[in-house]
């Protein structure tokens, strides 16, 4: 039945069901091709497009299609239906600017073409020859397209087949992408709760001034010098605009700011973690080995003369390697077919082993807590150093603050430590997101996806210590492929400036309009960033303050061990021959300590992991991860939510946070009834504003698919998926499985 | 799933006290209500060198012995002193801070056994192989009186006490709880429920004495086209006497569920007219569909190789208008060895490096799969396809129940009730003949006797894992399955004793034993789904891809104690739910004052004052 190109069946007959045959189409192809057109968004113009073209859908277990025009723009290839959509049902959780038919044009990971049953992937080469019968498109957010190209006229196929291809793989220059030609502009007043929304976008902290520096440090009580010499980038074009460093460094101009050790976040106790990117030092180079020297020095003298180091290229995999991973892990998603669905559901578990994903997850979570120990057991200064001190730092840095401080836990809160790590601490993102399609594969990396992997694995692991839902996290992980948000689209601080600047003169409309990410309006009504919310969140017990205060740095639970401000030692495997030196001259200073633990990193974690379990959880104090096999998952949400083999119609997680949503609001409208009685009280209504909206619209949650939010079951026919291919799935085969029932029979047996 | 609360509260009754830190993962959910623990049923045993150590009626401490070390695989050596009762093990430790202790119905124990010999300091270790996934290990030195019996020579006697020659537990235990759960399960009103018996389906009194078939239930429906005279024969063509017999009737189609053994066919394909005959009754019982279909749970080799001896499955020629599937189910020695291995891959410490190729080398969730896959093909037959249905292996004890009440509870929201799950496990587990007895080997030393094997396990396992995809189709909670578990080894309750319907009743298990259900349902709100939601017709179709099954990390790794079950939901709905209540109860309050003015106020007007309240909105 299901001849797919991958499927090698022998029959060239279409194998879909559809209500249309190709002939009614060709006669009545003029006039839906006239009224179909895409509604574009301020700034996108359309390249080509091409009717008639069969998209096949995956949502019944009958493959079978639909008939439409696809259209390639500056923006997405999008595919409209010529199908009169029936009843247009207001979906709870729309994305504004894309579709559920359209693929941004960076959201393209792959393409592969059908040429006479044989897939092959396009790359420049094959472009040009010929148009395959068949275009299957995998999508960073791992979605799927399948379109059949046969029904379309050759040149109209060609056209619209190359005019994907060259858009969506070949290597282009930073200006075409949409955000350069993005006209949007924040829906002013349309929206009531639009004043609501500025308030809350201005709860991120953009650290973008010296201001937003000083109140964070002011907030973790940090004893740090904030730098503001390298505002037009004079220190470093690399380092970001403004930073924080230890207050013994008194030369900043040496060495263009390499291996400057930047303040991440100060520990109640007055350690702090610093990161750094320490190129390799050769012995030779003793110069930059003394510079290095004085910076961990610098380090130390933060608090109590204390520090640990961890190299992180050395313990923990490349982005290369993180990229090999996730290549092969997200293979297992972008399933085109049932038949595949079920042939590599057998191996499913060893495939994920082989693939490494969430081992690199755990050992990013275990280095994490690693450094949260330091922090909060040994209270150690520690500095994470890495080559370009801009990725894996970043992951180990934000991980360990989202462990440590429960502000990091809200969405604002997360928000801007992503500001604050991330954006303006210089993430390649344009490189490693690959927006460009570069062919150099060195530097393409999903590192932010890592983080926010390691993110989700303490969500589902805490649930209510976060305020935001894994809803949340994915849409932020899709967000990152939507090429208009000024957060994702830049390798530095300094890049981002020198872009906007050359832009804006051109740009006809006044200054550049790129709005950045934390703006969800941009995406979301404000009913469907309801879903950003987790129902289960478990807010601090007082309220009498309307206004949520910026995170006291109260640590109600503290581990009652006691201090040992110089335990630390520096573990074996960090920091090897460059620093021998300054062990030297550590070791005059503090011996004893160094001789401490023997145990390897992972025995010491595993201790201060059980000594923290053995105390009662408080969701708003230290929060640690289990990192034992069974406990680090597969993110369900984002990896499967648009396979229908995988749906479970009312069923799923969402049944119960649906449920949970509904209750909630029911206890805020009582609040809120007996607060309207209650009239001297009438100001303060309710600390939970967006969970006002009676979510009971989808009150029937019984029906709903596991896959909501995200696809819906166009098809309700209640039918259940029978796997298939049961036969060949398990093969035991010793003796067993012949065996008899009956014991009798088998009297041999032990 | 539940909140971790519920393993210790009930741990005077259960296995379930382990570990220090286990004690502390009850508590780290923060402590809702105060639990109401069987209280009542314990007694206190006072020996001042060891503290208290509670009781139940008719429990008596057998030995007990000082300066015992349990070798803890996750905390290290502790020692303590052990007391052995003619129910339990327990072990305490009162050096440690918190104080540590192990409690163990003795019925869980699979083998007990000496490892090694004496150290130069006369000490020995003693190995204890535990059904419920975990071995434990103590050392203890020899009397040096050997006339006195060491304490695990005791334990031994009582751990077995069948091969002993001794009664269990359960016959001694006389706890007497507010509801007798004999009681909930009475076959007549059960198929009544279902509408039974109608035109097409009459009660068969052949079996009444169980001369027919030993191991079938007294109570039979068949249909009504078919005499008693006819259903003799067939008893003789199906493997056991066991003959199709309905389970389930959908109440709308009249789409039957049908169990039965598999028929004698053998090599040389021996036919039995009657029971064509039946088989085609059962289909044209059905007016909806004219065809039937027969699932076999075999793998079709399997099936095959059974007509070497004797047995077979129906042949299309013999058998028109049916259409015979295999499922593919695996016999119960595959399914021993799986669950052993995969006790190796999670007990006592887990390979975090190769965790999920080791899981996935015990197979034990592909079983699962093919189970559930299995049952949601009946399901989806009966409920889409509006045809009867017959299921069989090979004796139609193993594979039959746990296909036919998965199915059943997909199809009938009933059965996710917690008394219509107990109503399922009556009657297609119990007085179907499921072989508990040996399939358990409750009290028996014979560990490895080839009879042993987690089946009903392995069906609690994936209902389990349809009330992970379905988290509010179910009234009970996870710590009711839990439970259940627990007490299918301990031998505390008469429910899970014997092989069939006929042996209970020959024992006296009903009259001389408490059931389990006694127990479990003078205590419901401990098994209770908060976010259940009761729909009538619902019919629940799970997703069978490996991909969302997971392993039953709360029951099978619970031991571990950094396996701490971390699921708040039910917790924080609860808290909702009294939170909605106390508002509630406020606003009614409010509305009650304000409509007493009103009433107060214009009294004159007469009319009762009651009128002027405002119903408050209830929220269902």
């Known amino acids: 039945m299901l001849s797919l190109g991958s499927g090698g069946a022998k029959s060239t007959k279409p194998s879909f069901v559809s209500y249309v045959t190709p002939e009614e189409i060709k006669s009545e192809k003029d006039p839906p091709k006239k009224e179909k057109l895409p509604d574009l968004l301020p700034g996108e113009v359309e390249f080509c497009s091409a009717n008639p073209i069969l998209k096949y859908t995956q949502d019944d277990l009958s493959q079978r299609g639909v008939f439409g025009t696809l259209f390639c723009t500056n923006f997405r290839v999008t595919f409209i239906s010529d199908e009169t959509p029936q009843e247009k049902k207001a979906k709870t959780f729309k994305n504004k600017l894309y579709g559920e038919n359209d693929i ?56 619209i087949f190359q005019g994907i291809a060259h858009h969506c793989l070949e290597e282009k220059s930073l200006k075409c992408v949409f955000a350069f030609s993005y006209m949007g502009t924040p829906s002013p007043g349309t929206d009531l709760s639009f004043c609501r929304e500025m308030q809350r976008k201005q709860e991120t902290i953009m650290f973008d001034s010296p201001e937003d520096w000083t109140q964070e440090m002011k907030r973790t009580k940090a004893n740090c010098r904030l730098v503001i010499e390298n505002k037009n980038f004079e220190l470093s074009q690399r380092l970001p605009k403004y930073f924080v460093i230890p207050l013994a460094i008194g030369d900043l101009f040496s060495y263009q700011g390499k291996g400057l050790p930047i303040w991440c976040w100060s520990h109640y106790s007055g350690c702090a973690l610093f990161k750094a990117s320490f190129p390799p030092v050769t012995q030779e180079d003793g110069d930059f080995q003394k510079h290095l020297e004085t910076m961990i020095n610098a ?174 996290l994915t849409v932020l992980s899709d967000s990152v492929h939507v090429p208009i948000f000024s957060t994702f689209l830049f390798n530095s601080a300094h890049h981002r400036e020198s872009v906007m600047k050359a832009e804006s003169p051109l740009a006809q409309s006044g200054p550049l309009s790129c709005p950045t990410v934390w703006d969800w309006s941009v995406q979301f009504d404000s009913k469907a960033q309801n879903f950003f919310y987790n129902p289960l969140y478990s807010e601090k017990v007082k309220h009498e303050k309307a206004v949520r205060k910026p995170h006291k740095p109260k640590h109600q639970r503290q581990l009652s061990l006691p201090s040992t401000a110089f335990k630390t030692p520096l573990k074996k495997g960090f920091f090897k021959d460059e620093t021998d030196s300054l062990k030297k001259m550590l070791r005059v200073k503090r011996l004893s300590r160094w001789m401490g633990s023997p145990d390897s990193p992972a025995a010491t974690t595993r201790e201060f992991y059980e000594s923290w379990q053995h105390r ?130 088998v009297a041999s047996f032990v | 799933m539940e909140e971790s609360g519920s393993v210790d509260s009930v741990e005077s009754l259960c296995s379930s006290t382990t570990t220090r830190s286990d004690r502390f993962s009850g508590t780290r959910v923060s402590d809702t209500e105060p639990r109401s623990k069987g209280k009542a049923i314990e007694k206190v045993y006072k020996d001042p060198s060891k503290g208290e150590l509670p009781l139940l009626p008719e429990e008596l401490v057998q030995d007990s012995a000082k300066d015992v070390t349990y070798i803890c695989p996750f905390i290290g050596p502790v020692r303590g002193s052990l007391t052995v009762t003619n129910y339990r093990l327990f072990f305490r430790c009162t050096d440690r801070e918190p104080v540590f202790g192990l409690d163990l119905p003795l019925g869980a124990l699979s083998r007990v056994e000496k490892i090694g010999a004496a150290t130069s300091r006369g000490d020995v270790s003693y190995g204890l192989v535990c059904k419920d996934m975990r071995n434990l290990r103590f050392v203890h030195k020899e009397p040096e009186d050997s006339l006195k019996k060491s304490v695990f020579e005791v334990l031994i006697k009582f751990a077995f006490p069948v091969s002993n020659n001794m009664s269990l537990f359960a016959f001694e235990y006389k706890q007497v709880f507010p509801e007798n759960g004999w009681k909930v399960y009475d076959p007549l009103a059960e198929y009544k429920r279902q509408g039974l018996p109608n035109e097409s389906w009459r009660i068969s009194k ?88 027969i699932f076999d749970a075999r793998p079709s080799v399997n099936a095959a190789a059974n007509k070497m001896k004797g047995g077979g499955y129906e042949s299309e020629d013999a058998y028109q208008n049916a259409e015979l599937v295999f499922l593919d189910i695996h016999n119960i020695h595959v399914m021993r060895e799986s669950l ?69 509870i997909m199809l009938d929201s009933h059965y996710r009730t917690i008394r219509g799950f107990q109503i399922l496990l009556e009657k297609e587990w119990l007085s179907f003949g499921h072989r508990f007895q040996q399939r358990v080997g409750h009290g028996d030393r014979n560990h490895t006797d080839a009879d042993r094997s987690p089946i009903f396990l392995q069906f609690i396992d994936c209902v389990w894992q349809m ?76 997703t069978v891809g490996i991909r969302h099954l997971q392993l039953w990390v709360t029951y099978y790794i619970r031991w571990n104690p950094r396996m701490r079950p971390q699921e708040p939901v039910h917790q924080r709905y609860k808290e909702l739910l009294a939170k909605r209540a106390e508002l509630q109860k406020r606003v009614e309050e409010l509305q009650r004052e304000a409509a007493n003015r009103t009433a107060s106020s214009s009294s004159e007007r007469a009319g009762s004052p009651t009128r002027s309240i405002t119903p408050v909105q209830t929220f269902v």
Not at chain 1, 123 to 136: D, W
Not at chain 2, 484 to 490: A, E, F, N, R, V
Request: hydrophobic fraction near 40%.
């Open chain 2, 340 to 408: 052993r291995k995969l006790k190796e891959v999670v007990y006592p410490n887990i390979e975090e490096s190769h965790w999920l190729s080791n899981l996935e080398s015990t197979h034990w969730l592909e079983h699962i799969k093919l189970i559930l896959a299995g049952a949601l093909r009946i399901a989806d037959k009966v409920e889409s396809g509006k045809t009867s249905v017959v299921v069989h292996c090979s004796d139609g004890w193993d594979r039959t129940p746990q296909l036919t009440s998965l199915a059943l």
């Open chain 1, 616 to 745: 009662p959880v408080d969701y708003h104090g230290l929060l640690l991860p289990c990192l034992d096999g069974p406990a680090v998952r597969v993110w369900m949400q984002r990896y499967l939510r648009w396979i229908p083999e995988m749906y479970i119609l009312g069923g799923g997680s969402v049944a119960m946070t649906t449920k949970l949503m509904e209750l909630l609001s029911q206890v805020q409208d009582l609040k809120r009834v007996l607060e309207q009685r209650d009239t001297s009280q009438a100001a303060k209504i309710d600390h939970h504003p967006y969970l006002q909206h009676r979510l009971l619209s989808f009150g029937s949650s019984g029906r709903l698919s596991s896959s909501f939010p995200f696809a819906y079951t166009r098809n309700r026919s209640f039918k259940p998926i029978i796997p298939t291919g049961l036969m060949q799935s398990l093969m035991v085969t010793d003796s067993l499985a012949s065996q008899e029932d009956e014991a009798s029979s």
């Open chain 1, 104 to 159: 941004p044009l960076v959201c393209v990971d792959h393409i592969y073409g059908v040429y006479d049953e044989k897939r092959k992937l396009i790359t420049g080469g094959l472009v040009k020859n010929k148009y395959p019968s068949k275009m299957i498109i995998h999508c960073k957010d791992l979605r799927v397209f399948q379109f059949c190209l046969r029904f379309t006229k050759e040149e109209d196929a060609k056209k």
């Open chain 1, 299 to 472: 380090v130390a003298h933060n608090y109590l003369y204390s520090v640990k180091t961890e190299d992180l290229s050395e313990s923990l995999p490349n982005i290369q390697d993180i990229q090999q991973s996730y290549n092969k892990f997200k293979q297992f998603f972008l399933i085109e077919n049932s038949t595949d669905f079920w042939l590599s559901d057998v191996k499913w578990f060893s495939s994920l082993e082989s693939s490494g994903w969430l081992d690199i997850i755990r050992q990013c979570l275990q280095k994490a807590v690693e450094v949260v120990e330091c922090l909060e057991k040994d209270n150690t200064n520690v500095l994470i150093t890495e080559e370009e001190g801009t990725d894996l730092c970043y992951v180990i840095s934000s991980l360990a603050q989202i462990m440590l401080d429960p502000y990091y836990r809200t969405l604002m809160g997360f928000q801007s430590l992503v500001q604050k790590e991330w954006v303006a601490g210089c993430h390649a993102f344009l490189d490693r997101c690959n927006h460009l399609h570069q062919k150099d594969k060195e530097c393409h990396s999903p590192v932010f996806l890592l983080f926010l992997e390691c993110v989700w694995q303490l969500v589902q692991q805490h649930s209510p210590a976060f305020q935001f839902s894994e809803t949340y």
């Open chain 2, 467 to 542: 009330t992970r995809q379905f988290p509010a189709a179910f009234e009970f909670n996870e710590y009711f399955l839990i439970t259940i578990l627990d007490h299918l080894y301990s031998c505390l309750f008469g429910t899970f004793l014997c092989n069939s319907e006929q042996q209970r009743l020959k024992e006296e298990v009903p009259k001389r034993t408490v059931s389990l259900w006694s127990f479990v349902n003078s205590q419901l709100e401990e098994f209770v789904n908060p976010l259940y939601v009761h729909y009538p017709s619902h019919v629940l179709f799970p």
């Open chain 2, 206 to 293: 052949v079996n009444d004495h169980y001369e027919l078939c030993d191991s079938y239930p007294a109570a039979l429906f068949v249909p009504v086209t078919i005499t008693d005279e006819e259903l003799r024969r067939v008893f003789s063509f199906r493997a056991k006497g066991r003959i199709p017999v309905l389970s389930w009737i959908h109440p709308e189609s009249q789409a039957a569920v049908v169990r039965a053994s598999q028929p004698m066919v053998g090599q040389n394909g021996r036919r039995c007219k009657e029971d064509e005959k039946l088989l085609q009754a059962i289909m044209d019982a059905n007016a909806q569909s004219h065809k039937l279909f």
